[in-house]
């Protein structure tokens, strides 16, 4: 039975709502990598391509992988997909999107008895969002062949190392070179685009020209703990206080500079009681820029502030350690070239705009070209559970990665 568009979108809308349903914090959205609920997710995906009578499986480093041969066995493959980890409390597109819409352009293919010239190697990461580890993207980095050992070793919250936790997940730490993929001649992504853009100006589609990169910080800050009431002010060595100072200098030097931006996400305070003074704090930096360079000074510029603000109050910076560094990526010309004519061939303006978010693709594109295309999300809200796109949108998406898929020659 032939799909339409359509009825496919309707169908990847319906199965985005069934994937947000696989949380390890239900009401909420949290599906870190390698979790319980990234296990039944990554089965749940298996299920759908087998259904269609598309092989899958997960790979050595936890991600899902399905392929859709071309007309000629072995023919060079167009790789598609995306992610699905989520952040916590997580919206329902933001990875999963592009990654069930590659299941479901194989699957629209299938329906038809249609074979392209390329094959499609269709992928779901396991780890893009890098919170439950502080290394992101091993992932993309397994398939690419650019993975480092040492990501094994890190621990997470828990305690728990990523060589455990990707054991127990049925990955294989032991043979993560297995999971680098060849016969590759172009990696697409589909994301929504996290951002106002496209609705402001009415568009439903758009053309990523390049993805900031991005560094991520550890900080630590020891003051001393002390009594909350017997404690003159002057003679504190309050760590929260100082590290307040730190988080307004860091949002300070993002704002003086045109598209730096910096955030500290994440914030926890020892002893965490409401009568003592703090003795610790501990805190995460996510520092991006569309240019390397820039990023770099901003990093180096608020290490600098740390520093001054940490001797003037007479606490410690005893840790402030870069925990992920991304260098921004410039899509492939060819790629956004194909995208841009696909959008056009839907009807719609093929509205080149860059990504302020990371992806997978920064990665994939340090081994092939690669390019993203990226969808209209209401407000432009993401990484968070109101985020949304509507199933028209869905649909002519999902119509413009068909037609890039169909149209895209391999060198
Ligand atoms: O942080 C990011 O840009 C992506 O959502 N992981
Ligand atoms: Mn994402
Ligand atoms: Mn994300």
């Keep these: 039975m032939a799909l339409t568009t359509e009825s496919q979108a309707r169908r990847l809308m319906a199965r985005l709502d069934a994937l947000a349903a696989f949380t390890d914090d239900p009401p909420r959205l949290t599906r870190l990598c390698l979790s319980q609920s990234h296990r039944r997710a990554a089965e749940q995906f298996i299920a759908w391509a087998k259904e269609s009578g598309i092989a899958a499986r997960i790979d050595p480093v936890g991600n899902v992988r399905a392929r859709y041969e071309g007309r000629r066995p072995g023919a060079p493959a167009l790789m598609i997909g995306?992610?699905?980890?989520?952040?916590?409390?997580?919206?329902r597109y933001d990875g999963a999107l592009g990654a069930l819409a590659a299941l479901s352009?194989?699957?629209?293919?299938?329906?038809?008895?249609?074979?392209?010239?390329?094959a499609l190697e269709i992928v779901a990461f396991g780890d893009e969002e890098g919170v439950r580890f502080p290394y992101t993207l091993t992932?993309?980095?397994?398939?690419?062949?650019?993975n480092e050992p040492e990501a094994l070793a890190q621990k997470d919250a828990g305690g728990v190392t990523m060589r455990d936790a990707l054991k127990a997940f049925g990955g294989d730490p032991d043979h993560l070179g297995a999971a680098r993929a060849d016969g590759v001649a172009a990696f697409v992504e589909l994301h929504i685009e996290q951002g106002p853009v496209l609705e402001a100006e009415g568009r439903p589609l758009g053309i990523v020209s390049a993805i900031n990169g991005a560094t991520r910080l550890s900080a630590v800050v020891t003051g001393s703990a002390g009594h909350a009431g017997a404690s003159p002010m002057d003679l504190r060595r309050d760590a929260l206080a100082a590290a307040a100072e730190m988080v307004l200098a860091i949002e300070?030097?993002?704002?003086?500079?045109?598209?730096?931006?910096?955030?500290?996400?994440?914030?926890?305070?020892?002893?965490?009681?409401?009568?003592?003074?703090?003795?610790?704090?501990?805190?995460?930096?996510?520092?991006?820029?569309?240019?390397?360079e820039p990023r770099r000074r901003a990093v180096a510029d608020i290490a600098a502030a740390m520093q001054a603000i940490a001797r003037r109050r007479g606490v410690r910076l005893d840790e402030l350690t870069p925990t992920h560094e991304a260098a921004g990526y410039v899509c492939h010309p060819a790629i956004v070239a194909g995208l841009a004519a696909a959008v056009v061939a839907v009807g719609a303006d093929p509205r080149l705009l860059p990504s302020g978010a990371g992806h997978d693709t920064m990665v994939m594109g340090q081994r092939w070209p690669a390019g993203m295309l990226f969808v209209r999300c209401k407000g432009g809200v993401s990484h968070n559970p109101a985020e949304s796109i509507s199933a028209d949108d869905c649909a002519i998406a999902l119509a413009a990665l068909t037609r890039f898929a169909e149209d895209f020659r391999a060198a």
């Design 82 to 91: 995306s992610h699905i980890d989520t952040v916590r409390d997580a919206g």
């Design 252 to 292: 300070a030097r993002a704002r003086a500079e045109d598209e730096l931006v910096a955030t500290v996400g994440r914030l926890d305070v020892e002893p965490g009681a409401v009568n003592v003074i703090p003795g610790r704090a501990r805190f995460t930096i996510d520092i991006r820029a569309p240019l390397d």
């Design 139 to 146: 992932g993309s980095r397994g398939l690419a062949g650019v």
């Design 105 to 118: 352009l194989a699957e629209g293919l299938a329906a038809q008895g249609r074979r392209l010239d390329v």
